[in-house]
C-alpha cells in the first residue's frame, strides 16, 4: 500500500521514543513571561528552557541544529534545495488548574491519550515532523533535499519569532506548517482591524448627558457576548420597554441604571455562530430615549453602518469569492473615554480582495457620519493554488495514509503558517477531532500522533523524489 514502507516501519519503530521526548517537553511549562525577560531569554527562562530541550533532542538524532537568539530554532537534515515544517514551543497558561482533571504540565497518558498543555498545540505536531524526518534520513535513502524543522517561541502572542527568523534565516522554498488542520488548507482569508472614533468637542461633552458609560467587548478576534451601559438617570421606564425584545436586564443601582445585554461568544472568523451584544444594543438605539444629543445622535449614526448582519454590507464592504467565500465583519468592542467614543471591528476579508481598497471604501463610511478611521492591522490573504507541488504533494501523502481523496480548504484567518511565503497548513488536527488547544486537559491521541508522524513521513518521501 504504501512505497516507501522501511520508512514508515522505522516511525512505528520510534514512536515510543518519540512520545518520551514529547513528555519531556510538555513537562517544561513554556508560558511567556517577559518579566523574566533578562539574561537573554527574550520570552523568558523556560521558553529558553523548551528550546534547548528540542535542540538536544533533534541533534541526538542526528540532526544539525541552531538556535537564534533563544527567539526561535531549528533542526535540519538532508543536502539540498530547502523544505521547512513550521511549528512552535510556547504554550498558553494552563488558568483555572481546578478545571483540569490532568496534570497541565504532567504528560500524563490516560485512554490512548497524552494530557498537558502542548500536547496538541503545538508541541506534539512539532515532534512529529522531527521524526518523520529522523525516519527518512535513518532509513538509508539519499536525501536530496533539507528538512527544517522550524520552531518559534512566541506564536501565541504576536510572532516576533518569525520576524526575527526571517530577519536573518534561510526562507525554505516551500513550508507547511504542522499548527493548523488536514488535510491541508491553502487559502485563509486577509484580516483588517480597524478603529472608528468620534471626538465630541468640549462643547458637546459639556452636555454629556445622561448616557454616561459605555463598554462591551475586549479582543478584536471573538464576537462580544457582553455589553454594559449605563445610564444617569433615575427612572428605567422608557428603556425596559425598548429594551425588552432584546432580553437586556435593566438594573436600578440606586445611582442610576445599567443595562446589560447578552449575546454569545463565537471566533470572529465565523460571527454568525455568535451573537453580538454590541449590535443588538445598537439596533435599539435609535427608538431609545436618553436626553439629548450629541451622543445619541453619534450612536445612531455608527449603528447605520453596524446593522444585523456579518457581511459587512452596510459598511459597503461586502464581497465574496469561490475560493474563499465572503467576507466577514465582527463589530468587536465600543467604549467611551475623555470624550470619545469608539468602536473596534475585525474584518476577514476573500483571498481575491484588495485590503488597500477595502480601507478606501471603510474610510469613505467613516467620513459619510463624521468620524475617524485608524487601521490596526491588515494582514494580506495567503493562496497557494491546488495545483501548486507543494498542495499536491501534501495531499498526496494526506490520500496514501488515509485512504481519502481529500480536497484542500479554505480558511477564515491568521495561521502561523502566513508568517512565511509559499507556506499551507497541514494538520495537525484531523476532520471531526475534537479541538482541546488551549482548553484545559488538552491532549492529543496517540494514534492521531502516530498517522500524522506516517503522513509526515510520506509527504517527505514524496518531496525527496
Ligand atoms: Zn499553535
Redesign the pocket.
Given at each position: 500500500m504504501m512505497n516507501n514502507e522501511r520508512i514508515h516501519e522505522l516511525v512505528d519503530k520510534n514512536f515510543e521514543d518519540m512520545t518520551a521526548s514529547l513528555s519531556e517537553l510538555i513537562r517544561i511549562p513554556s508560558v511567556l513571561d517577559e518579566s523574566a525577560r533578562s539574561g537573554g531569554h527574550p520570552f523568558g527562562p523556560r521558553m529558553t528552557e523548551a528550546l534547548d530541550k528540542f535542540l538536544e533532542i533533534a541533534a541526538r538524532l542526528g540532526f544539525r541544529t541552531a538556535n537564534i537568539d533563544n527567539m526561535a530554532g531549528y533542526a535540519e537534515i538532508g543536502e539540498g534545495p530547502l523544505i521547512g515544517a513550521l511549528?512552535?514551543l510556547d504554550v498558553m497558561p494552563a488558568g483555572d488548574e481546578s478545571n483540569w482533571k490532568y496534570r497541565p504540565f504532567g504528560a500524563e497518558t490516560a485512554e490512548g491519550r497524552m494530557y498537558g498543555r502542548g500536547t496538541s498545540?503545538?508541541k506534539g505536531p512539532a515532534v512529529s515532523a522531527l521524526y518523520a524526518a529522523y525516519a527518512l534520513a535513518s532509513s538509508g535513502v539519499r536525501l536530496n533535499r533539507r528538512f527544517r524543522v522550524i520552531v518559534g517561541l512566541d506564536?501565541?502572542s504576536g510572532m516576533r519569532c518569525m520576524e526575527r527568523y526571517k530577519r536573518t534565516e534561510e526562507i525554505p522554498e516551500m513550508s507547511f506548517s504542522p499548527?493548523?488542520f488536514f488535510p491541508v488548507v491553502n487559502a485563509e482569508k486577509g484580516i483588517l482591524h480597524f478603529e472608528m472614533s468620534r471626538r465630541l468637542d468640549a462643547a458637546e461633552a459639556m452636555g454629556l448627558p445622561e448616557l454616561a458609560d459605555i463598554k462591551g467587548g475586549d479582543r478584536f478576534n471573538i464576537v462580544p457576548d457582553g455589553l454594559d451601559v449605563f445610564f444617569k438617570r433615575a427612572s428605567a421606564a422608557n428603556l425596559e420597554l425598548v429594551l425588552m425584545p432584546i432580553g437586556a436586564d435593566v438594573i436600578d443601582t440606586g445611582r442610576g441604571i445599567l443595562v446589560r445585554v447578552r449575546g454569545k461568544t463565537a471566533h470572529a472568523m465565523e460571527p454568525h455562530k455568535g451573537e453580538n451584544a454590541i449590535q443588538k444594543f445598537l439596533g435599539t438605539v435609535e427608538s431609545l430615549d436618553f436626553g439629548p444629543p450629541p451622543l445619541h445622535a453619534e450612536l445612531v449614526k455608527i449603528a447605520s453602518l453596524f446593522k444585523m448582519e456579518s457581511d459587512g454590507a452596510s459598511l459597503g464592504v461586502a464581497c465574496a469569492d469561490d475560493v474563499s467565500g465572503p467576507l466577514t465583519c465582527n463589530l468587536a468592542a465600543i467604549s467611551m473615554k475623555d470624550g470619545v467614543i469608539s468602536v473596534r471591528c475585525d474584518i476577514r476579508y476573500p483571498v481575491t480582495a484588495s485590503g488597500g481598497e477595502l480601507i478606501y471604501k471603510l474610510r469613505k463610511s467613516a467620513a459619510g457620519i463624521g468620524w475617524k478611521l485608524g487601521i490596526a492591522r491588515d494582514s494580506p490573504p495567503l493562496f497557494v493554488p491546488p495545483e501548486s507541488k507543494l498542495v499536491q504533494t501534501l495531499l498526496e501523502a494526506y490520500d496514501t495514509i488515509t485512504g481519502e481523496s481529500a480536497k484542500p480548504k479554505s480558511m477564515g484567518g491568521g495561521?502561523?503558517c502566513k508568517t512565511l511565503p509559499n507556506s499551507v497548513s497541514f494538520g495537525a488536527q484531523f476532520p471531526g477531532e475534537e479541538e482541546t488547544?488551549h482548553q484545559p486537559d488538552e491532549y492529543i491521541s496517540l494514534d492521531s500522533l502516530r498517522k500524522m508522524t506516517h503522513i509526515y513521513a510520506e509527504a517527505l518521501c514524496l518531496f525527496n523524489e
Open positions: 511549528a512552535h498545540d503545538d506564536e501565541e499548527d493548523g495561521t502561523y488547544a
